[in-house]
C-alpha cells in the first residue's frame, strides 16, 4: 500500500510533454492576449530612441599609429670598437622598453602631462588643454555653488594645488577607463594603436597628439639620459682641453719670440721653449684621445636613441560615431518589446504564487 501511495505521488510530480506543449501554448495565449500593450511600449521605446538619436551627441575617433624601433643595430669601424669597450648603450633597454611602453603610455604622469599642454583651438587661439576641456564641457556652470571650483584655472608653468591635483585625478580615471585606449596590433608587433574618443572634435585631435608628442619625448629622454649626459661631458671635457692646449700654444709661441736669435752654444737659452712644446705635445695627445672617447660618445648616443616611425595621425575631418535615428528607433523597439514581456511574464508568475 506504501509502495503504491509513493508511485503515484513520483508519477504526478512528472512533467510530460503534454504538459510543456500546454504550458506553452497557455503562455502563447497569454502574451497574444496582450499583444496590444507590448506593442505600444514597444513604440513608445522606439519613440524615445529616436529621441534619444536627435539629443545625443556625435563622438569623435582620433587615431595615431607609430612604430617603434629600441633595438640598438651594431655596425663595425668605431661602433664595433665602442661595443668591445661597453661603451655603447645596447643594452640599456630600462624600465621603459619593450612591453612595459604601454602602460606609461596610460600613466597619470602622462595624462597630467597632456592636459597641462597649450593646444591651438578655434581662430588660432591657444589653450591648456584641461581648461578648454572643463569649460567645453561646462564644468565651470557646474560649480556655480563652489567658488574655489569655479574660479580653478590651471597654468602650464605653475605648481597645481591639491584641488587642482584632485580635478585632475578624476579626469584621468575617467579617461582611462572610457576616452582613451593604446594597444599593440598584436601580441608580437612594435606597431602602438593609440585612440582617443570625445564629442568635440577638435580636443580629440589635440589630445592624441600632445600625448603621443609628450610620451615618445619622454621615453627618447628616458633612454638615452645615460648617453647624453656621458657625451655633455666628454664635450665639457674636450672644450676645456682645447683652451688648455691654446694657452700651451701661445706660451710656446712666446717663449720662441723672447729668444728670436738664440746662441745655438748657450742650450739654457732653449730650455724654456722646450718645455713649451713639450706641453703642447703632450696636451695635443690628451685631447686626441678625449676626441676619440667623443666620437664613441655620439655613437653610443645615436645607437640608444629609439627610431620612431608616425604611420597614421589624426585629419580633420575626425571619424565621427553617432547613433543614428533608424538604429535608434529599431534597438528602443527592441528593448520596449522585451521590457514589456518580461514585465507581464513577471507579474503572471507573481499573481499564481
Keep these: 500500500m506504501i509502495q503504491t501511495d509513493q508511485e503515484n505521488k513520483s508519477s504526478s510530480n512528472e512533467v510530460t510533454l503534454e504538459d510543456m506543449v500546454a504550458k506553452a501554448k497557455s503562455y502563447y495565449n497569454f502574451l497574444k492576449r496582450n499583444r496590444l500593450k507590448i506593442l505600444l511600449v514597444g513604440i513608445l521605446c522606439a519613440a524615445i530612441g529616436i529621441g534619444v538619436a536627435f539629443i545625443k551627441k ?120 572610457k576616452n582613451l585606449m593604446i594597444d599593440r596590433l598584436d601580441k608580437k608587433s612594435t606597431i602602438i594603436y593609440m585612440q582617443f574618443i570625445d564629442t568635440d572634435e577638435l580636443f580629440a585631435k589635440n589630445f592624441i597628439e600632445a600625448l603621443a608628442a609628450n610620451a615618445t619625448d619622454f621615453y627618447i629622454r628616458s633612454k638615452t639620459k645615460k648617453s647624453a649626459d656621458n657625451l655633455r661631458r666628454l664635450q665639457n671635457q674636450a672644450d676645456s682641453m682645447r683652451r688648455v692646449l691654446d694657452n700651451a700654444l701661445a706660451g710656446a709661441a712666446s717663449s720662441t719670440d723672447a729668444v728670436p736669435n738664440a746662441n745655438p752654444l748657450r742650450q739654457t737659452l732653449r730650455v724654456s721653449a722646450q718645455k713649451r712644446m713639450v706641453d703642447v705635445e703632450a696636451n695635443k695627445a690628451a685631447l686626441i684621445e678625449v676626441n676619440k672617447s667623443l666620437q664613441l660618445a655620439k655613437i653610443t648616443l645615436n645607437q640608444d636613441t629609439p627610431l620612431i616611425d608616425f604611420l597614421d595621425m589624426p585629419i580633420l575631418p575626425l571619424e565621427e560615431v553617432k547613433l543614428g535615428k533608424i538604429t535608434g528607433g529599431i534597438l528602443g523597439f527592441i528593448a520596449g518589446i522585451m521590457l514589456s514581456v518580461a514585465y507581464l511574464t513577471a507579474r503572471k508568475i507573481f499573481s499564481m504564487i
Design 58 to 177: 556625435p563622438k569623435y575617433i582620433a587615431r595615431i599609429t607609430f612604430g617603434l624601433h629600441d633595438e640598438p643595430t651594431m655596425g663595425g669601424g668605431l661602433s664595433s670598437l665602442a661595443s668591445q669597450l661597453n661603451l655603447l648603450g645596447g643594452s640599456n633597454k630600462g624600465v621603459y622598453s619593450g612591453f612595459n611602453l604601454l602602460p606609461f603610455l596610460t600613466s597619470r604622469l602622462m595624462i597630467q602631462k597632456t592636459l597641462l599642454t597649450e593646444a591651438e583651438f578655434q581662430n588660432g587661439k591657444k589653450e591648456l588643454l584641461i581648461n578648454y576641456y572643463l569649460k567645453k564641457n561646462k564644468y565651470y556652470e557646474k560649480w556655480d555653488d563652489e567658488p574655489l571650483l569655479h574660479n580653478l584655472r590651471y597654468t602650464a608653468t605653475g605648481k597645481n594645488s591639491r584641488l587642482q591635483d584632485s580635478v585632475i585625478g578624476e579626469l584621468y580615471k575617467t579617461f582611462k577607463t
